[in-house]
């Protein structure tokens, strides 16, 4: 007894407190595509020795246990809350104070990419509120979770890859590489296959250092915009006036006319901001994020550019008007009204009745995106309700009527 007893001291002395089999084995199963990616033997070993998954992130599937909701603000809060004027002001005084400071280090990242300074610091200020968001994840361990059990697993296999690679490469410590808990990274929030796709080396280390370096984090987001088509010398967008009695199951992506051809059906623009001839012939798409009881607005190719940083609508108008208030402090010139969203299931359930109907084809997500709003006004058309495009409660008991 007293020998098993030993053995068992022994065996639980070099045994982790929190060893997951499965989990092992699946680090162990990257091997071979990490040697592709020509990662060396050694930081694999060392970089994945005594690595665990956190089971504490959001946005997991674990079996038998219910998802832990990630909490994007951009789907659960109303436009008000998100765009808020106060937050909004604070940051575009801040940034107007950081373009003095890096003038010449943001003209000379406009003249290589296109993209104004006040676009790539509104962007840091979303992401990181100017470097004082403090991102405490390790992103290795992040990237590795999400990759094992996340909900999005071959897409985060990937950038574990890429995170190793990165550090394989040497551009950042093991203990620099902190990450948000979805697992970007520095400055201004890039996943490790970005950083190596769009990292710029401004004085030439050897490194694009997206971590401390203001300049070179800047620059590899403009780098990226640039890369997704960012159009030189235009604008993300214009607030607007839409005509008495438009209909709002226009005012989404497919719809497109010129921004021309929208003044001629009596668009206007809302705060006095010129549209140049130059301008008049580039397409534009509608959009109403709070439907009738806020802005609109007029959405051209850098619009959309932007949300290939980040697909939500509200995240490329929070970045969009804050880039407009940097360069001159105007609110918006319609306010948001004070409005309820439905609870996430309540507009899931919205959109499966939508799909029943042939409304909608999109994502079932419980998200009141152009698409759905959309959808939701086609809905009231057809059944002769008040066109809105709103997941109101009203139109939810409707739906639930029959």
Not at 127 to 155: F, H, I
Not at 228 to 244: A, C, D, I, L
Not at 271 to 291: N, Q
Not at 295 to 309: E, I, Q
């Amino acid at each position: 007894m007293r020998r098993l007893l030993i053995a068992l001291a022994l065996t639980l002395a070099v045994t982790p407190a929190h060893a997951d089999p499965g989990f092992d084995r699946w680090l162990a199963a990257q091997w071979p595509a990490a040697q592709q990616l020509g990662i060396s033997r050694a930081t694999y070993e060392r970089e994945t020795r005594g690595l665990e998954p956190d089971y504490g992130l959001p946005d997991l599937a674990i079996p038998g246990k219910p998802k832990k909701p990630d909490g994007q603000a951009e789907f659960v809060q109303t436009p008000a809350a998100y765009v808020s004027d106060a937050t909004i002001g604070k940051l575009a005084a801040r940034g107007r104070q950081i373009a003095r400071q890096y003038a010449g280090e943001l003209s000379a990242i406009e003249k290589r990419f296109g993209v104004p300074g006040s676009v790539v610091l509104a962007i840091w200020a979303r992401e990181t509120a100017y470097g004082t968001a403090k991102l405490n994840y390790d992103a290795l361990r992040v990237l590795a979770t999400q990759g094992y059990v996340g909900r999005r697993k071959e897409q985060f296999r990937e950038e574990f890859l890429y995170a190793l690679k990165v550090l394989d490469e040497g551009h950042v410590s093991r203990g620099q590489m902190k990450s948000s808990w979805a697992g970007a990274m520095g400055l201004t929030q890039f996943l490790p296959s970005d950083y190596l796709r769009y990292g710029v080396d401004l004085d030439g280390d050897g490194t694009a250092n997206i971590w401390t370096s203001v300049p070179e984090a800047l620059a590899a987001t403009a780098s990226l915009l640039a890369e997704k088509g960012w159009q030189r010398g235009k604008r993300w967008g214009y607030e607007v006036r839409v005509p008495r009695g438009f209909d709002c199951t226009q005012a989404e992506p497919d719809v497109t006319a010129s921004i021309g051809e929208w003044l001629k059906r009596g668009v206007t623009i809302a705060d006095g901001r010129k549209v140049p001839a130059s301008a008049l012939a580039d397409e534009a798409s509608i959009i109403m994020p709070a439907g009738p009881f806020g802005p609109a607005f007029l959405t051209p190719k850098n619009y959309f550019v932007l949300k290939g940083y980040n697909f939500a609508d509200l995240y490329v108008l929070f970045v969009g008007h804050l880039a407009d208030r940097i360069e001159d402090d105007r609110p918006f010139a319609q306010g948001w009204q004070d409005i309820r969203l439905v609870k996430t299931r309540d507009l899931e359930y919205m959109q499966k009745v939508l799909t029943q109907r042939g409304f909608y084809d999109e994502k079932i997500d419980g998200k009141a995106g152009m698409k759905t709003r959309a959808a939701l006004g086609a809905y009231q058309k057809a059944n002769g309700l008040a066109l809105d495009c709103w997941p109101t409660q009203a139109l939810l008991e409707h739906m639930r009527g029959g």
